[in-house]
Structures are given as C-alpha cells and as structure tokens.
C-alpha cells in the first residue's frame, strides 16, 4: 500500500505517461513541482520502472549540505585528507553506482556546488577527497525542485551549463489544487494509513467532507492533506474523522477560490493572495473557540480541555465565551453529523 501512487490514472495520468516514457533510458530528468507535491514518490517510479531498479535510489536533499563539506558529500573522502575525517567515506556518486541518484530541491545549491557537481556530472568521474585515482562512477540524476530555474539561471543564481544538463527530460508535476479529482482517493489512502498506524478502525470519508476538502487551497499539496487526515484521525478517535476540526486552523486561513466581490472584500475579508486572507480579529477568536470546543466535546478545563489547546487559563476561556456569547451545547450533536 505504501508505493501506490494515487491518482495515477487520473490528475497524474499525463505525468505517469511520461514517467514511463523516459525511465527504460538513462536520461537525465528534472521534476518540477510544488513543495510536497509528490516528487520523491515519483523520482522513485522511474527508478523502480528503470533497469536500475534492484540497484541503490540515493536521495540527496541539496538544500542541507553545508558549503564546506560539499566536496566530500559529493564525492567523499579517503582517510585522514582532513581534520576529523577517521575513515573513508563514499560520496552520494560511490554511494549510488549502477543506481540512481536523486537530487532534491536542487535549486538550493550554492554556486560553488553547482560547479562541483557539473564537473563530476560532466567528467563521470571522480577523485575523493585527499585520494590519488580517479574512479568511474555510473550514475542516472534525477533532479527536483519547486522553484523555476530558467529564472533563476537569468538572475545568475543558477548556472546555465548545469541547467542544460540537467533539463534534459523535464517532468511537470501538477499542485494538488490542479488535480482536485485525485482528493477523494487521496484521503481515503491516508485515512486508511493513519488508522492502521493508530490502531483504530478505518472511517471512509464522507461527500460532506470531501466537499470540505476541495474547496480548500492546499498550499502544502499532497504531504498537507496527509498531515490533516492523520489529524481527522486522532481527533475523531475510531468513532468519525474530524475533518472540520482537523482543518480547522488551516481552512479558515484559505483566502475563497472565487474572487471575493468587493463588499465581501470590505466587509468580511480582505484577500491579499491566493493563499492569505485576513478575517476580523474577534471573528478569529470565536472560530478558535468553537473548534476547541468542538474537538473537546464541550469540555472547557482539565487535562484535554478546551482551554489547554488554546493555551488559555479555563477562566479566561469562560470569560470570552460569555464576551462572545458562545454555548457548548450544541456540540454534541453537531459533532455526530461527521463534517
Ligand atoms: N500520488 C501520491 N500517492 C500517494 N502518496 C503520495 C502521492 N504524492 C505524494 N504522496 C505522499 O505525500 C508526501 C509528500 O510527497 P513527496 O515527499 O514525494 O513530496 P515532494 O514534492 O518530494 O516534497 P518536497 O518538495 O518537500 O521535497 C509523502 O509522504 C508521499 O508518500
């Protein structure tokens, strides 16, 4: 269950045509696609469908290697070349020969890494560091990142020989908000991992709640929706999935996929882009209130109470409530209905 890519035949079909177009070969492929889209899941679909796939998938995330270690990450180090190096080391190439090698988030490499890189990528082969022979490496690359490198190669943060090399088979990876018929599959897939996880029964969701889900943003795609089905899990404790609750927080951040017009602008909310809206402080506050209530089944003090998840003394939570004239006792009830 965990390798199954979802949608596949659906929002992704175009990407896994071209997925198995290109894995047989050895080209290099760069993914493009939003942070949390899916690009490992799918850099592993082409290694696995590739003649490499019983050999190494390497995955390098260049946005964590530190300037001053980039030779021996890349292309490790004999014993004692320098201070603190005690043993060999195999860098990323060494690690992944015969396989594959994936570089994540490559946008993030300094330039001085890029230069390194190119020059192994372009050579094919190495030197670690402090080591006296050359040594062959046989590597597939497999690039991602989310942002745009043709425009960062115009500002010269990227460089244009690198980018060459690297662009050779680009992938279109589409943001969840582009492929919303993969939604249900999707929450379905996670809900029914999370419930495994917690050892708690698998709850289908709901069209309600489907509905609930579409109509959202999803800024952070495909890793977000798993984060709130994990979420709805939990909260709803075997007995429903507490989506409303579980995106609760988020979903009242999402700025209206249709435009606001103008007095709803003035009035209710200002949406400055796609993914902030600002909503008057008070309204803010009573919807924090009602879904910690909600979560809480009422419950205001006590371990598990209302007024802990706010972080909140449960007196100051009671004097709001009065402020604001918020009852608990349709809570309930409301809770059963599973939105
Ligand atoms: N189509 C899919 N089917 C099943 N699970 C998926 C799918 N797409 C993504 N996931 C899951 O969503 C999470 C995020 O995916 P992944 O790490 O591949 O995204 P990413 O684009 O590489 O993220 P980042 O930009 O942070 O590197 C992972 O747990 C992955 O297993």
């Known amino acids: 269950m965990d390798n ?5 035949s659906h929002g992704l079909a175009q990407t896994m045509e071209q997925v198995s177009i290109v894995a047989p070969s050895d080209l290099t492929v760069l993914i493009r696609g939003e942070t949390g889209s899916g690009k490992e899941v799918v850099a592993r679909a082409i290694h696995e469908q590739s003649p490499r796939a019983d050999k190494a998938f390497i995955r390098v995330n260049c946005g964590a290697i530190s300037p001053q270690l980039i030779d021996s990450e890349l292309f490790g180090h ?19 020969d015969g396989g594959t090698l994936f570089l994540d988030e490559i946008g993030e490499l300094s330039l001085a890494a890029q230069t390194r890189l190119l020059r192994v990528l372009q050579e094919g082969t190495l030197n670690r560091v ?8 046989n590597v597939r690359i497999i690039a991602a990142t989310h942002r745009n490198l043709a425009d960062m190669v115009n500002v010269k943060l990227f460089r244009e020989d690198l980018w060459y090399r690297i662009n050779v088979f680009p992938i279109y990876l589409p943001a969840l908000k582009e492929r919303k018929q993969d939604i249900t599959a999707l929450a379905n897939h996670f809900s029914k991992r999370a419930a495994k996880k917690l050892g708690l029964p698998f709850i289908p969701i709901t069209a309600n709640q489907i509905r609930m889900l579409q109509a959202y943003n999803w800024p952070g795609n495909v890793r977000e929706l798993q984060v709130v089905m994990e979420r709805a899990a939990i909260l709803g404790q075997g007995k429903q999935l507490n989506i409303e609750a579980s995106l609760g927080p988020t979903f009242k951040g999402t700025a209206p996929l249709t435009a606001p017009t103008s007095s709803e602008n003035n009035k209710e909310l200002n949406s400055i882009d796609n993914n902030i809206s600002i909503e008057p402080l008070e309204k803010t506050i009573v919807s924090s209130i009602n879904n910690a209530l909600k979560v809480t089944n009422g419950k205001i003090s006590g371990e598990g109470g209302a007024a802990s998840l706010l972080n909140i003394n449960p007196n100051t ?6 402020k604001y004239q ?4 349709y809570y309930p009830s409301d809770i059963q209905e599973g939105h």
């Open 130 to 137: 402090g080591g006296e022979h050359e040594i062959n490496v």
């Open 4 to 8: 199954q890519i979802i949608g596949a």
């Open 78 to 96: 004999e014993k004692g070349s320098f201070t603190g190096a005690a043993g060999v080391k195999l860098g990323w190439f060494e690690r992944a």
């Open 326 to 329: 918020i009852t608990i006792k």
């Open 317 to 322: 939570l009671r004097s709001k409530m009065r």
